[in-house]
């Protein structure tokens, strides 16, 4: 049987998004429903495919297909593409199985030329209309599909609003419209050196494959990568017959979502223009009404499309995002899809749903992006802060939270102060596309225009980026890289302060503070603990960080990384004496000044954590990052350290390395000077001794980083237990300790079954363990990945979601192994993937006890084991 | 029941070494043929792996067995130990699996006390000779069990030696040697603060507990690691009744081999000291005579020895070194082993077993060791230059091949200098077991004194090392670091040249040549290769050392590295024009001077090797091995380059990477500078249509390096067909070639079968594997890994043998998924593990293709491969 390429919205469901994508699947269910959807036909996702696999081509057979299908709508509308006398015109758009708002090209108002024109401009008995609309086809087909450039089309507008003294495109006259219209045909030839197509079929065709094109454009590479979407779904093209908004006081457009995405609450919310095509409300060019004075402006409309979005809500169970049009006083409604909202509106329609017994607790959690609760996490004015500020201006709360930093007016400059580890402000105009690496870097967004469902506000809140739009009082030259703000000029690095959740903005940093877990937060984070199977710890090295790591639901410590208590300065110099020392001796002495620092640290740590396990790596790095590299610093190092240049000198000498990443570090520093694993193994057992008699519970865990052999593990694994049995054999308390081991050597997986057999805990270091699977260091990869981006060769960061086809089925075998010989056996995850949902669903499906992350990222990890667990247990 | 932890040797039998140790299972086989053997009992090696598991304890059962063994021995030979009428005289002796001459400790004449010795006296009507007896068991309990150096009781000997104007030992009277007993004692009680013992039961279990000890003595476990032999073993102890040499003149004792282990002619081959202990003969002290001269002393004895000696080589099939003893009259075997030969003998004593119809051809393969064909292709001095040289001296051909190079007189040096890369000759006295780490790092050998079965001619003949010892005209002063040859003075650093061959030495250097392959060694070589299922390829980068490889045999160029190429004067400019070029214009107008360079390389390669197949591998290291990096350098290139210092400086820089090993090299090089790809493709293309133009066969294989990911190696091979069927249809030319990557970064092992569907084979690049897998770099490695010989926890070195519980899962499971895709995948390796016949072996049983090794070791592979057939054919 022929393979089905093209599909009616009569033909689909909401069931089908791989093949239609979501849009088309949406278009086709809302059909279904009986909605008043404007009709049209899907190129599905298989096109997609087949149009890159044929070398880019589409392929006659698809035209065909497509051509059958625009019968069948030419029929069922009663319309024809290209007749003058009764005129089809289309909107092209794409829509993949995700929605990737703003990422693909669309092409609207097709099905004009010179002579349809003057047909819709009879029917429609409105010029100005009929010419609004070819001109905006002119520009979009040059623009998205022939690649000129949009600002020399906005030059010509902008040339006749002045020659006219006019501010608004709706002020322009039909004879305006249509010198306009000869200006913009006669930029096209001149720029391509051809005329504008006048044949439509052609258009049609032309338009399809740009969208199909624009699906491997570089910024939807980017946002496939940063939502982990492969590149091989590909995009569907939707052709549905527009309805007109534009065509007079009788006709808008608008958005309106089913309820309040930056809050939750249960109402309406939106924004429409009358006499306006969608592009208008959404560009910030106008800015646009609440959705609520519709009610004032016509009741009847208003109630129809409440009754529409409470319908969709209730059939898709989750807040719905629509977009509508009104044609001379009919309302049709152009897309539905689930909203796009804030992290705390997120919790609060779960939650609510729940309670309103539209959906269960299972639903409500696996509805919740775990990754977007990161907003809720890091940032809010320090209150007494606050008080003593005066607000600068104040524009729309588009996205909650708050960040404080440096005003940078490009996204360029923004990504590159944020490389040089500055907190930026962008402020911009308006934002569009281009500027998602910008907006990626910063701690807050400001602009000018936009309203809440502009660009900048949607894309903010999917970031959880705080952001502030719509600001009047705001005049931004991006140009001369100055803005003022109620009359005051700032410049590129001034510092200012925004907060995304009142829309206030003040003069220079206000400190920022954490939110605590309450309220609809908590109950989520109740379901969510309640349906865990993997346990949530957290990588926490002092009581600072493991405090928030306890406040945020952390069930211990997964990872203490001893070596980053080193660094503190009034400890550098006992490590510094430790390895420069000529002889065991000359060391031991050393690491005997350490070992009250370390038992110290240790003793808070398990207050802290007040029973539940405190796992300690054992140094890790390799001793040459304690040491400075410059001569200066090694010049006064040595005076400091009382010892001669030259032996300073050749003792750093000796510790160069050529690949420190593969080098003497590790329990390699243990097995090469085994004091340093008595000493340390002296401090945890000790601290325990006396936090036990504070009478507090202790759980230490002293896991031993690096073993690639079992031979080795079990050398120092004995130094432990040695040291440690005897410590606790001279106590009167009885203690009980785990000792188990890093497993990020590869190698460690093959033998995971041998290591097993003394190693009471594995916990998988996905970090190291990547770096060897895939042959590249972290640091060094930057200089070649970026061409695997470009050329999708790669299309995640392994970095940031486990590789599962390779560094885990590692994992996936040394799990299994590792059960052989100890079935009860701990097995965590300590790396980055541990705070990353996409891999804790994998590290689920393997079968690990328990994930570690950053402080910050419990609530996720949280969040994300549930949802592992419920998306798995079927 | 109980398990046996003793045996007496006629318990035993030759299939039992793995209990009884190598030495005791002949014993015990020698005693079942009815030769006469000295009786005794063997402590079984699970004794020593129980002392070990004990803690270094000897368990009181164990010593319970082993005095109800020497009861049962004292019953056998009507001897009691420390019985003064009748007393018993043990030695107690190591003995392992396989032989370790000299690498572990011996206790002789045991048995002796103050009043015991006066027994024997009494008994034996010698004086001298019981004195002689005792003053030696006190020396040797004093240094092997004890601990006390040897050096000290020499002194005493040539004290006494000085006063009483005597030279050798035996001149010694009976009075003398009871002064020298006293003396000893002495010395003893004044060192260890002890009287010496006089419980013999205390000094025979003491003695087989020092013997056990000595199985982990730093000699002995550098000997395992160098051999491959593993720690758990452990070593048998022989306890035998002494039988004397040195009891007057019907006595003696001497070693001898059933063929000529220099040569492997069949006749007699040994040396024998009248009046001597085994020990006398060893060492070097006293210069033996040829065992010929029996003949004529004792006609009888000399037949019965030639008797059994026969009767031994055709009972084990292979040639045997036997030990023998005369005590008054009468012939005793003491020891019988397959005997260490040159690799000349070896080859020349298998094919004449295979003629005599002694053994099949399989049986030849299988006796000789591989490695040791070694010494076969180095060394010849070249014949014109010999012609003018003047020969210095001469000694005793104790290991053939030539070496030349600079003196060293001290392990030590000789180490030092070689990691200098300085070709070094090592001259001693004589040398001893701790002298192995200087003879391995030499290029020749020669000593003062000694004879064809002294430490150093055993050695060196293992190691395939030249060697000429006992040269009597040489006079070496090692404390000064001078020696005098012939009456002229050489110092460390001066030049000679050994031949131990011929036993000339020659003063300066004199040019040394390959052996070829013909005789005995080329019947081996055919019928090695009527046995091989892996075909034997070599790593060659030019014509020189293709054609070396073609002479030894090679199947094939398995790894041609073109960027060993790049580093040629003529073209390291434009190959640093290449890396410095700031856009890819400029890239490839550099590239463009380097491909006439490589095509002709490959030209020369092609015709080389007469139509079989050249694997070229692409460009790998990363670029910065091309730069200088020290300032003045780069002032120097920057002016010789024609460019601003800066911006040479700044090209380097932004190549500096923390872990070059991990960085941008292989591949990753292809795929950001795809140019590269396409000119090294035109290259290979363009060479192979020449050549084949010529009228010669030609097969090139394109390898690309360090794939880690499906697409990425397709992205790369796209562009290598791409270009390669370019120009190959331009050409009237029907040209095939091959396509494949290095399997070397552990995630292409685990997804071979994705990569198997358009690689048409692989080279496993072991090197990097290992590496990667065991999360150590090969450079940095020596910093730590000298802790893991030292504490056992490596036993090999994995870059030597391939790691087969680790990286060779790795490889097997990739050579699994990699014929479940493609199951005709050709598979080779082309790390250095293909010259290692222990790792061939692995590579024989995983089932791959080919083994590719350096053109030197084709020889070695192929008999590798052949034997690793026959091993695992059964």
Chains 1, 2 share one sequence.
């Not at 993949?96 to 349809?116: K, T, W």
């Not at 409604?333 to 705390?344: F, P």
């Not at 406040?551 to 503190?568: D, P, S, V, Y």
Request: a negative charge.
């Amino acid at each position: 049987m022929k393979e089905k390429y093209v599909y009616m919205f009569s033909e689909g469901n909401k069931d089908m998004r791989n093949i239609l994508g979501g849009k088309g699947a949406n278009l086709a269910e809302m059909t279904r429903l009986g909605l008043p959807v404007p009709q049209g036909f899907i190129v599905s996702t298989k096109v997609c495919e087949k149009y890159y696999n044929d070398g880019k081509v589409l392929s006659q057979d698809v035209i065909d297909e497509i051509l059958c299908n625009l019968k069948k709508l030419e029929k069922l509308t009663n319309k024809k593409l290209g007749d003058k006398n009764k005129p089809l015109i289309l909107s092209i758009r794409s829509g993949a199985r995700v929605s990737m708002p703003g990422m693909m090209d669309s092409v609207l108002n097709l099905g004009l030329n010179d002579e349809v024109v003057e047909g819709l401009a009879k029917i429609s008995e409105n010029k100005k209309f009929a010419y609004d609309c070819y001109r905006r086809f002119i520009q979009m087909f040059a623009n998205v599909v022939m690649g000129m450039d949009l600002s020399k089309f906005e030059k010509i507008i902008d040339e006749m609003k002045q020659e006219r003294g006019i501010k608004l495109d709706i002020e322009f006259s039909a004879d305006d419209l249509k010198e306009m219209i000869e200006k913009f045909k006669n930029l096209y030839s001149l720029e391509l050196n051809a005329q504008f197509p006048q044949d439509i079929q052609y258009q049609l065709v032309e338009s399809i494959k740009s969208v199909l094109k624009s699906w491997n454009n570089p910024r939807a590479i980017v946002y496939r990568k940063m939502n982990n979407i492969p590149s091989n779904w590909g995009t569907a093209v939707n052709v549905q017959m527009m309805v007109f908004g534009n065509m007079g006081k009788n006709c808008g457009t608008g958005v309106a979502f089913s309820r309040n995405p930056a809050n939750g609450e249960n109402e309406l919310y939106g924004e429409y223009l009358m006499d306006a095509q969608g592009e208008d409300v959404v560009s910030g060019a106008r800015t646009p009404k609440p959705i609520a004075l519709l009610k004032e402006q016509n009741l009847e409309i208003y109630n129809e499309f409440y009754k529409y979005a409470k319908l969709l809500e209730e059939h898709y169970k989750d807040m719905q995002e629509l977009e509508f049009t009104i044609e001379n006083g009919k309302l049709y409604v152009l897309q539905t899809r689930n909203g796009k909202r804030t992290a705390y509106a997120s919790l609060k329609i779960a939650v609510d749903l729940v309670e309103e017994g539209k959906i269960s607790k299972d639903e409500a959690l696996m509805m919740i992006d775990a990754k977007q609760l990161d907003s809720l996490l890091h940032s809010k004015f320090v209150d007494e802060e606050l008080t003593s500020r005066e607000v600068l201006t104040k524009g729309l709360p588009a996205s909650p939270g708050a960040g404080a930093g440096k005003i940078a007016f490009s996204s360029e400059k923004a990504k590159k102060m944020h490389k040089d580890k500055q907190d930026v402000i962008l402020i911009r105009m308006e934002t569009s596309a281009e500027d998602i690496e910008g907006m990626l870097a910063c701690m807050a967004i400001l602009t000018a225009r936009g309203g809440m469902t502009s660009h900048a506000a949607v894309v903010a809140r999917g970031m959880g980026t705080a952001c502030v739009v719509g600001c009047e009082n705001l005049i931004v030259n991006e140009e001369e890289k100055y803005c003022i703000i109620d009359g005051e000029k700032f410049v590129e690095g001034d510092e200012i302060s925004v907060d995304g959740s009142t829309g206030n903005v003040y003069k220079g940093i206000i400190k920022t503070e954490l939110a605590t877990i309450s309220g609809y937060f908590a109950t989520v984070m109740q379901w969510a603990d309640e349906r865990s199977v993997l346990k949530v710890l957290a990588n926490a090295d002092n009581a600072k960080d493991a405090t928030v790591a306890y406040n945020f639901g952390a069930k211990g410590i997964g990872l203490c990384r001893t070596e980053h208590m080193f660094f503190q300065s009034d400890r550098i110099f006992a490590i510094r004496q430790m390895i420069v020392a000529p002889n065991s001796e000359e060391r031991q002495k050393a690491l005997e000044k350490i070992l009250p620092m370390q038992k110290q640290d240790f003793e808070e740590l398990f207050r802290v954590m007040k029973g539940y396990p405190v796992t300690i790596r054992f140094l890790d790095p390799p001793l040459h990052e304690f040491l400075p590299n410059t001569e200066s610093e090694i010049v006064e190092l040595a005076k400091e350290m009382n010892v001669s240049y030259e032996l300073l000198k050749n003792a750093i000498d000796k510790l160069h390395e050529f690949n420190p990443m593969m080098g003497h570090r590790g329990l390699r520093l243990d097995v090469t000077y085994p004091e340093i694993a008595v000493m340390q193994t002296k401090a945890v057992i000790e601290a325990s001794i006396n936090v036990k008699n504070e009478g507090i519970e202790v759980n230490p865990e002293i896991m031993i980083p690096l073993t690639c052999e079992t031979k080795e593990y079990n050398y120092v694994r004995d130094i432990v237990v040695k040291t440690a049995n005897e410590i606790i054999e001279k106590s009167n308390i009885k203690l009980t300790y785990k000792v188990g081991t890093m497993i990020e050597i590869p190698r460690a997986t093959l033998i995971a079954d041998e290591i097993a057999k003394t190693a009471e805990f594995f916990s998988f270091g996905t970090n190291d363990l990547t770096q060897l699977t895939f042959g590249f260091s972290r640091d060094d990869a930057g200089k070649f990945l970026w061409a695997y981006y470009d050329k999708q060769l790669f299309e995640n960061d392994p970095f940031a979601h486990i590789d599962e086809d390779g560094v885990g089925k590692l994992v996936q075998n040394a799990v299994k192994l590792s059960k052989q010989t100890r079935p009860d056996i701990k097995l965590g995850i300590c790396g980055e993937h541990g705070g990353d949902p996409k891999s804790i669903d994998f590290f689920h499906r393997v079968g690990l006890t328990y994930v570690s992350c950053s402080p910050f990222r419990v609530p996720i990890a949280r969040l994300a084991v549930a949802q592992a667990n419920i998306r798995n247990r079927n």
